[in-house]
Each structure stands twice: as C-alpha cells, then as structure tokens.
C-alpha cells in the first residue's frame, strides 16, 4: 500500500505546480510562423523586469508575469515611416506608443517585426527594451529610425 502513496503525491505535487503559472492565451501575429520568429523566441530572456516567462497558447508569442506584465508577439505587421517616437537602444530600432494604461514598443526596421506591450507603471520601457536586445537582435536589421535632426544628401538632378 505505501508503494502507491508516492506516485499519489508526485501526481498531486505536479498538478499542484502546474496549477500556479496558467497557460497565457494570446493571439499569433500575422507572420508568426517567420522562421525568424523561432531564433528571437528560444532567446528570450526567462525572467522580465522582475516577472517569470510563462507559457502561452500560441505561437510566436510571450509573456512575463501572473498577471501578464508585459506580453511579446513576434510576426506583426512591420511598420512603414511614422511620426511615432523612435527609440533606439542597443542598436535595435522601436517605435513607441503610448496608451492611457499600456504602452506599446514595435521594432523598426526588422522584417518580421517584434512587438511588445506593457503597463509602464509594472516594467520600466528602459528595462524592456534592454532585455530584449539579445534576442530581437537575432533579426537583421534593414532600415534604421531617422529624427528631425537625421538629413539626407541629394545631388541636384536626381529624383
């Protein structure tokens, strides 16, 4: 009889801890399926501002913390010329948005591109954007953010 009661708890302690982090549904991106995707997903960081990675339902997506504090999708549409905020750290290109309560930072200049929302109040951007750079950096960039102060040299002539 006490061969059985060990399996039982192993039983019970496994569901026990399965129980304590829920699988986070979200939504794949369009191109989630980019072969890209998968050399940016297995180079996540495993821990967020403080927030352990969770398992998701989809593909090509992440996120850090129970509650979700910050939630990755890799695959969104790749963003075209904007007036948006554009930070760069690290070498890696993002646009920034800024919602009532979450804020969202979409990489430039990558194809497929990586997008990330996150309450500012939860996760620093500056933290995000930093944990980030290894795994987003195993997308090659194509173009980089211009600012105001950016000029481009035209010879007379050429249109």
């Given at each position: 009889m006490?061969?059985?009661?060990?399996?039982?708890?192993?039983?019970?302690?496994?569901?026990?801890?399965?129980?304590?982090?829920p699988?986070?549904?979200?939504?794949?991106?369009?191109?989630?399926?980019?072969?890209?995707c998968?050399?940016?997903?297995?180079?996540?960081?495993?821990?967020?501002?403080?927030?352990?990675?969770?398992?998701?339902?989809?593909?090509?997506?992440?996120?850090?913390?129970?509650?979700?504090?910050?939630?990755?999708?890799?695959?969104?549409?790749?963003p075209?010329?904007?007036?948006?905020?554009?930070?760069?750290?690290?070498?890696?290109?993002?646009?920034?948005?800024?919602?009532?309560d979450?804020?969202?930072?979409?990489?430039?200049?990558?194809?497929?591109?990586?997008?990330?929302?996150?309450?500012?109040?939860?996760?620093?951007?500056?933290?995000?954007?930093?944990?980030?750079?290894?795994?987003?950096?195993?997308i090659?960039?194509?173009s980089?953010?211009?600012s105001p102060?950016?000029?481009?040299?035209?010879?007379?002539?050429q249109?």
């Open positions: 006490k061969s059985y009661a060990l399996p039982a708890v192993l039983v019970l302690s496994a569901v026990a801890a399965a129980g304590c982090s699988v986070a549904s979200i939504e794949s991106a369009p191109d989630a399926a980019n072969p890209d998968a050399a940016v997903m297995v180079a996540l960081p495993d821990e967020m501002a403080g927030y352990a990675l969770r398992d998701t339902d989809s593909q090509s997506t992440a996120a850090w913390g129970n509650p979700s504090r910050a939630i990755l999708k890799c695959g969104v549409p790749v075209g010329p904007t007036t948006d905020p554009c930070a760069s750290v690290n070498g890696i290109d993002w646009i920034l948005r800024e919602g009532e979450t804020w969202t930072a979409t990489t430039y200049g990558r194809e497929p591109a990586v997008e990330v929302l996150f309450d500012p109040n939860e996760v620093a951007s500056s933290t995000l954007l930093v944990q980030l750079q290894n795994a987003v950096s195993k090659e960039p194509t980089q953010c211009l102060e950016d000029t481009l040299d035209l010879e007379a002539g249109g």
